[in-house]
């Protein structure tokens, strides 16, 4: 099988819902001139008849990548997933790629693999079962009343396992995560993550509150650029820390992390951590060091990644609103019913795309093939 050729759409599309997340961060917003956001959508297409495809949120910038890179594998062998995956990385030596572009040609060549095969990717790379416990990832919401109100609406549509995304604000976090014990009882597993809001102090006084709380994981309390305090706090504490979910460089950063010492879990994700291959790479790495791999983000490729490790809690999704949360039984594929999400078990990552509707609406269309690149912008 070879890659006779690709195409890149942008689209614009409709935002999620608003919401923020700690102080100084911005909240959702677009990453288009414009401000209304954009996502690419890629195809590839082979001379066996089959395609692979593909969306990516930062549609601007993925484009780029493709415009300047992809031509280098147009009559590559897409089921050597292993080879292109290096071919990737090589690139990135001299590129630098940006995090969120280093798997997107992984996930289109997974996609092939697992068409061609007739199997579901999570059965191609392990197979450790399709019913997944879901957690509930929260956004922040300005009140101790709207975290009471949203998780309670949670726990009765059927999850038992809660994510905070908080304030940034020692005091106040600390009793966020005193209050969700109370909300939830003592059975609930509950996460905390920091998104790399505070400093060694700070983030130390706050893991000591969630281990009195019994949280099953402490994330990203710091930036992930100094190993060395990850290391010292985790010394210091018993709750778990999970790490490493921005850092760059798929398994080989990882093993510098589990070398240090720095974190009791680690992260996987088809967005930030080289697709479906590299996440793989990462998993089985932990799970000789006796570590789990837990899952960062929502969407079909890494709803395959939940169902294909064993060393995986949950699958992640964020909740939003009212009505969001309660339409979250109505997701298709993605639908978290009692609080748990089945994974498909079909060929193919994503759903069929509307290739129609994606052309009449891209603002951006890039063809790669044997014979150049062609490009059109569209008003």
């Known amino acids: 099988m070879r ?5 890149c759409w942008v689209v614009e599309h409709e935002p999620m819902p608003s919401f923020a997340w700690r102080s100084g961060l911005p909240s959702t917003a677009s ?26 949120g930062k549609g601007d910038g993925v484009a780029d990548t493709v415009r300047r890179r992809f031509a280098s594998f147009v009559g590559e062998n897409p089921l050597m997933t ?28 997974w996609d092939v693999k697992s068409k061609a095969s007739g199997l579901p990717v999570h059965q191609l790379v392990g197979g450790g079962g ?25 726990v009765d549509i059927g999850f038992k396992a809660f994510k905070l995304h908080a304030w940034g604000d020692l005091a106040a976090d600390i009793e966020l995560s005193r209050k969700l014990r109370q909300w939830v009882g003592p059975d609930a597993d509950l996460m905390y993550d920091g998104s790399a809001g505070f400093d060694y102090v700070d983030a130390l006084k706050l ?18 650029h100094y190993v060395g305090h990850y290391a010292r706090l985790r010394d210091k504490l018993s709750v778990p820390i999970l790490a490493a979910e921005t850092s760059d460089g798929a398994h ?7 070398e240090a010492g720095a974190l009791d879990m680690v992260r996987i994700s088809a967005a930030l951590k080289g697709g479906i291959t590299g996440s793989m790479k990462i998993a089985h790495m932990a799970e000789s060091f006796g570590m789990r791999a837990q899952v960062h983000g929502m969407g079909h490729a890494n709803a395959q990644l939940c169902a294909a ?39 193919g ?29 569209r008003p």
């Open 3 to 7: 890659i006779e050729d690709f195409t």
């Open 31 to 56: 990453d288009s001139p414009q401000g209304v956001p954009r996502k690419a959508v890629i195809r590839m297409r082979t001379d066996a008849g089959i395609e692979g495809a593909a969306e990516f």
């Open 82 to 109: 292993e080879r292109m995956w290096h071919l990737v990385w090589e690139m990135d030596r001299i590129e630098e790629f940006p995090i969120h572009t280093t798997g997107a040609l992984d996930l289109l060549c």
């Open 130 to 154: 399709t019913e997944i416990p879901a957690y509930a990832s929260t956004v922040t919401w300005a009140t101790l009343d709207d975290y009471e109100r949203h998780i309670r609406q949670c």
């Open 207 to 224: 893991g000591r509150a969630l281990e009195a709380e019994g949280f099953l994981w402490y994330e990203e309390p710091m930036r992930e």
């Open 252 to 258: 080989w950063n990882m093993a510098s992390w589990i």
């Open 309 to 347: 490790v064993t060393n995986n809690d949950y699958y992640e999704q964020l909740v939003i609103n009212e009505d969001q949360i309660a339409g979250l039984a109505d997701l298709g594929d993605l639908a978290v019913v009692d609080g748990k999400l089945n994974v498909a078990s079909g060929p």
């Open 349 to 377: 990552i994503a759903p069929d795309f509307d290739w129609d509707e994606i052309e009449a609406t891209a603002r951006t269309r890039i063809d790669i093939d044997a014979d150049g690149i062609r490009e059109e912008q």
